[in-house]
């Protein structure tokens, strides 16, 4: 029926289809190909000097800083899918339950830090992690707690600071996407399940985290690709300091082409970061198959 529909509309939905599909190859698919193609040549953004073939590959993995930033993104897209997905999953199976009352209060509330602004996100936990002055140092002295840290300079807590500003910024949209795909699950499993006598948390591991598989699937590629693609909130709060111990692909991408003025190398590192977010879709996508066929 539905090879039947397209026959008889093929004209028009290609019509349609045809302003969005020139978009995305202007917009995504044609500089995608500029990356590969200028990654291996020597270019200084206007002009292509010399041809370099693996040059600038073999040159961003011999680099000092390679290392500490492909562990940096690996941690930093960690933090983002444990945070955000564990948390989004959590907030989502609460916000589904009946019982619960001034549910749409609380989504409102947790979607208010992805409304904020990047700069004014990054000023506002840049005080708060403050060494002398920062909120959290100072709730620590109200306690009478005689503890203390300069979270912004020292080599992992100010990873994992970041990471956590990144987070807690985005985790509303992600509980949103979550919540959706729980919402759409059909209510007949669930009323099935309560008649035989299944609890709450029964309901949830049985019926709606499987179905609600391929959502959450969607969610940890996202923050998985926002992990190794993250720039602006690092580049506010630390700069990739203190040293490089906030350091990541993107930042040491950064350096290259605005610092250096070496955009051959900074695309070889730009290739590099697709290639892993593209592998990262692909084994993800491989690895939770079978909940495609769930409804089947």
Same mark, same amino acid.
């Given at each position: 029926?539905?090879?039947? /529909? ?6 028009? =939905? ?18 995608? %190909?500029? &990356?590969?193609?200028?990654? %291996?040549?020597?270019?200084? @953004?206007?002009?292509?000097?010399? *041809? ?17 930033? /492909? ?15 564990? /948390?989004?999953?959590? *907030? ?16 409102? =509330? ?20 403050? @060494? ?6 100072? /709730? ?18 100010? =990873?994992?600071?970041?990471? %956590? ?31 035989? @006598? ?24 996202? !923050? ?25 692909? &993107? ?25 892993? !977010? ?19």
């Amino acid at each position: 029926m539905n090879a039947t /529909l397209f026959r008889k509309n093929k004209g028009w =939905l290609i019509l349609f289809a045809a302003p969005a599909a020139v978009l995305f190859g202007i917009v995504i698919v044609i500089p995608l %190909f500029q &990356t590969f193609y200028y990654s %291996f040549f020597e270019w200084n @953004g206007i002009r292509t000097e010399a *041809f370099r073939g693996l040059d600038n590959y073999r040159k961003m993995f011999t680099s000092r800083e390679i290392n500490t930033s /492909l562990i940096n993104s690996i941690v930093y897209a960690v933090f983002l899918v444990v945070y955000q997905v564990g /948390l989004g999953t959590a *907030f989502a199976f609460i916000l589904t339950q009946a019982r619960v009352k001034g549910r749409l209060i609380f989504r409102n =509330l947790y979607f208010i830090p992805v409304l904020l602004s990047v700069s004014v996100v990054a000023q506002l936990w840049i005080w708060i992690y403050n @060494g002398e002055y920062g909120l959290i140092n100072q /709730l620590m002295k109200a306690l009478g707690i005689n503890w203390s840290q300069n979270w912004l300079n020292q080599k992992w807590t100010s =990873l994992l600071a970041v990471a %956590f500003v990144e987070a807690w910024k985005g985790m509303g949209y992600i509980m949103l996407i979550i919540y959706a795909g729980v919402r759409n699950i059909p209510e007949v499993y669930n009323e099935a399940a309560a008649i035989d @006598g299944a609890s709450a948390l029964q309901k949830f591991r049985h019926i709606t985290l499987p179905l609600a598989a391929p959502t959450i699937r969607v969610t940890v590629v996202m !923050c998985l690709t926002n992990g190794f693609r993250a720039f602006d909130t690092t580049y506010l709060m630390t700069g990739g300091g203190p040293g490089i111990f906030t350091y990541n692909l &993107t930042i040491m991408m950064y350096e290259a082409m605005m610092r250096k003025v070496d955009y051959g190398y900074g695309s070889a590192i730009a290739a590099f970061i697709v290639v892993i !977010c593209v592998g990262l879709m692909y084994a993800i996508n491989r690895a939770t198959q079978r909940y495609d066929r769930i409804y089947e």
